[in-house]
């Protein structure tokens, strides 16, 4: 098994900017594959969807738009993926579930979403915040856009595909 994540990743206090670096890393997928965010660039931007649990009522609304979007996602050459905190077993009984079709990924560790600033300290699950993620000249990730969002609150879509057009 790989390692799930690099050890170069270090916390941050506050969300990720626009123009940083994106940490690269490896976490495993509801299909128990490895997913890592350098090969996702190679093929186009990433968006980075952190949540923070499987089976609550928004964050499955909001995946369940992810995966209602998906044709727009890739017509415009992105990869949506989401991110949280439970294990690849319940994002795949909870993709099962709602029929999802989207990549989820288990940041069981918590280490991703301290890397981009989206941890939840009460609760110790991801916060809620979405990451555009482009290919930069090196073949490494920079942040393209970010938004940060309370816990209630979903993604807004159409600010999101504004931002990948």
Known sequence: MADPTPATLSPRSTPIGV?????????????????????????????????PMDFSPVCSTEMKCVTDEMRRWQD????????????????????????????????????????YGFYWPDLNVASRGTVLIGQSDDGSGTVKWVQSREIPQAMEMDELIGQLG
């Not at 940490?23 to 965010?37: E, G, I, V």
């Open 19 to 51: 123009g940083d670096a994106a940490p690269d890393f490896t976490l495993k997928a509801q299909d128990k594959n490895d997913w890592r965010l350098a090969d996702a660039l190679r093929t186009g931007d990433v968006v980075l969807c952190f949540y």
């Open 76 to 115: 415009m050459g992105a990869t949506v993926v989401g991110v949280s905190c439970d294990s690849f077993f319940v994002h795949e009984a909870w993709a099962n579930q709602l029929g999802l079709t989207h990549t989820l990924l288990a940041d069981m560790h918590r280490e991703v979403c301290k890397a």
